[in-house]
C-alpha cells in the first residue's frame, strides 16, 4: 500500500538521545575488526583506554533514532532495508559524552506502484556538553511496498561513480566468524545477524552481517590506507548496500586516490568478486 507522502513529509522525527561510554568506543571498534593485530599501536589506540580515539564511522550509530517510520502514522509497511549512508564529521568524535540528533525526513523518492519508497533523513548530532555540532549523516531506507503514492521518481543524493580502471591499492580484510555477534553489542540486536533459524526464514543460509559493520569495515581499511590510522584526517564517507556479507567472508576494498578525495568498492573475492558495498566515496583533511 502507497505511503501517505505528505504525512511523512510533516512527520517529525522525535530528538534522540544517547549516552557513550569509553567502553562502547573500544566495542564499537573491536566489532568493525580494529585490534586484529594487538601488537600494533595504532590499532591500539581505538580499543585500549591509553590514549583513546574513536573510530570515524561510529558516528552511524551515536543517537540514531532506530525503527522511527514503524512508529509514525504514515502508511508505510514498516519492511525496511537499508539502502545507503553517509556522514560528515564537523570535529572528532569524542571517545564518551552525551550526544542529542535533530532529525528530519530530507527526501522521499517513489519507484513506482507495487515498489518500493526511498526515504532518505538527515541526522545532525550534538555533544550535549556545549551544543556543539559534531556530525551530520544522510541515511536512505528502501520502504518495499510503500511506493505509488505520486511523489518525485528520482533522488538529488548524490552517485559516486567509481572509476572504470583498475583501481590505486586493493585492501584485504577478513571477518571473523562471530562478527556479527561482537558487533551487534554496539546496539543493533537484530536477530537476522545472529539467530540460525530467524535468518532462514528470511530468506538467508545463516545470519548475514550488519550493513553498518561492512560499512565500518570499509571505513577502517581507508583510514588504515588513507590516513594511518589518524581519524583527525578522515572528514567524510559515502557509500550504497548492494549485497549482504556473511560473517567469516574476506572483503576486498578496491580504492582509487584522487588527492584529497578517494572512490572505493568493497566486494567478496570468494562469491565470484560480488560487490557489497558500492558507489563508495570518502573525503580527507
Known sequence: MPLDYE???AYRIPQTEMALTRRDTMLYALGVGLGGDPTDERQLRFVYEKNLLAVPT???LIAAPHAWIRKANVGSSGKSVHAGISFRLHRPIPVEGSFRSENTVDEVVDKGEGKAALVTTRRRVFSQQDDALIFEILSTSMQRGD???GGPSTSSVPVHEVPSIPPDMVVDMPTLPQQGLIY???GDYNPLHADPEHAR???FPRPILHG???YGIAGHALLRSLCD??????VAMSARF???VYPGDTLQIQIWQRGDAAHFRCLVPARDNEVVLDFGHAELA
Do not use: D, H, I, V
Open 7 to 9: 504525512a511523512l513529509r
Open 147 to 149: 511506493g505509488g503514492f
Open 242 to 244: 548492494s549485497r549482504p
Open 184 to 186: 551487534r553489542l554496539s
Open 58 to 60: 561510529m558516528a552511524t
Open 201 to 203: 526464514s528470511n530468506g
Open 229 to 234: 590510522y589518524e581519524p583527525a584526517r578522515f
Open 212 to 214: 553498518l559493520c561492512t
